[in-house]
């Protein structure tokens, strides 16, 4: 069990009273030490789903013991190391955290706002790094919901009830362009037929909230959730969330175009699993009607389990992992492009020692596996790595 210590006294993170003294250690500003290690680790507490949780201090994740529920592999493996401290900046004190977004929240009358930072001819989505697009907005809330990790005994437990759970209390203390990010995020209820008409209630009284908030220029909302289907509308397209069939989100014809040159491989690879499960985030905004309409969107494609995937032979070796019971951290790319090397994932729980695990494109370069050397070089953390290209897959680690 986990033990901390606040001001020399050691407690036990299954104590009946630690809530308490977490709220007692933040009120007096005392700063808890993980005892995972010797010296132990400073950590800073924050609150999510209504309650006080404990998060690692930025950069520390790598110094923790493998086993340790603070454990993150060094940055440089995924896509946070572009954009922690920077897009995403973290306040100890008050356990929020300052979001910088590349894309816009307010829609000015007669302009349209800027479009994330996209590449339509690669598929690939770019930043300068000081700033979050919506795709890696994405991959932070399902960083901090725990949706990229793997557990055996996760099997069974997740469907959308509980992915939209955690991933409203990963947007608690969340914070962009002076608003906090639970006002804007519309993550749909599970549908039940019984219960439609409340919660359609619920959603128009979010909604209502969310766009009387004063404003330059008309308001945006953010969605994330499963898509359903993209289809034919009368005029243009419309995408139909899974547990909000009857309130779909139009697109207009340059929004469509974009999404199927831009997602191309996302589309492709839900198209190709049919266990996958295909996520959208997008910014919308309602007309007078009441009819929401898509201004910007990004999608993630998703194992069975919740695990995002970039390729047929990453769904591979996550099913090959799940399989043989093995915990993982699924790496996130952020705003990479998909040029850059990152580690597929990471082992660390069933071990002392964490492995890092590539898988190379078929069309990686030489300058590409010069860049993987060094980024595994860089690490300091041992490596498998798998050139599908050029032989099967490598043995698992026991």
């Known amino acids: 069990m986990r033990q901390i210590a606040v001001e020399g006294e050691v407690i036990a993170a299954d104590a009946e009273d630690f809530q308490t003294r977490l709220a007692d250690a933040q009120a007096r500003l005392a700063r808890p030490m993980c005892l995972c290690r010797d010296p132990g680790l400073p950590l800073y507490i924050a609150r999510a789903g209504g309650r006080l949780i404990l998060k690692r201090m930025p950069g520390t994740g790598a110094k923790h013991d493998p086993a340790c529920p603070s454990y993150e592999p060094p940055y440089e493996l995924s896509g946070l190391n572009a954009v922690a401290g920077s897009a995403i900046s973290e306040d100890f004190e008050t356990g929020t955290t300052a979001l910088k977004l590349d894309f816009s929240l307010t829609k000015s009358a007669g302009r349209a706002p800027p479009a994330p930072s996209v590449t339509p001819d690669k598929g690939e989505v770019r930043s300068d790094g000081t700033k979050l697009t919506l795709r890696a907005l994405l991959h932070y809330l399902w960083d901090q919901a725990g949706f990229n990790r793997w557990r055996p005994g996760m099997a069974g437990k997740r469907n959308w009830a509980v992915i939209r759970k955690l991933l409203l209390e990963a947007a608690e203390g969340k914070t962009s362009k002076g608003k906090a990010l639970p006002d804007i995020l519309y993550v749909p209820e599970m549908f039940r037929s019984e219960r439609e008409a409340e919660i359609a209630q619920r959603r128009a009284s979010f909604m209502a909230r969310a766009l009387a908030t004063p404003a330059k220029g008309r308001p945006l909302l953010l969605v994330v959730g499963e898509v359903k289907e993209i289809a034919p509308a009368r005029s243009g397209h419309r995408l139909v969330i899974k547990h909000a069939p009857k309130f779909p989100f139009l697109l207009n014809e340059d929004i469509h175009r974009r999404l199927g040159v831009v997602f191309a491989s996302e589309l492709s690879l839900w198209n190709a699993n049919p266990d996958a499960h295909l996520v959208a985030i997008t910014t919308f905004g309602l007309d007078s009607v009441g009819v929401a309409t898509v201004e910007a969107v990004a999608l ?23 399989r043989r019971q093995i915990s993982f951290l699924k790496g996130l790319r952020y705003n990479l492009p998909m040029s850059q090397p990152l580690a597929s994932v990471v082992l660390h729980e069933d071990a002392t020692t964490p492995l890092a695990m590539f898988i190379v494109p078929n069309e990686a370069d030489a300058a590409y596996r010069m860049t993987l050397d060094a980024l595994i070089e860089t690490s300091a953390i041992p490596a498998w790595i798998w050139s599908p290209g050029d032989e099967p897959m490598p043995a698992l680690p026991a």
């Not at 993630?300 to 799940?322: C, G, H, K, R, Y």
């Open 300 to 322: 993630m494609v998703v194992t069975e389990n919740w695990i995002p995937f970039e390729s047929t032979n990453e769904a591979t070796l996550i099913d090959a992992l799940t």
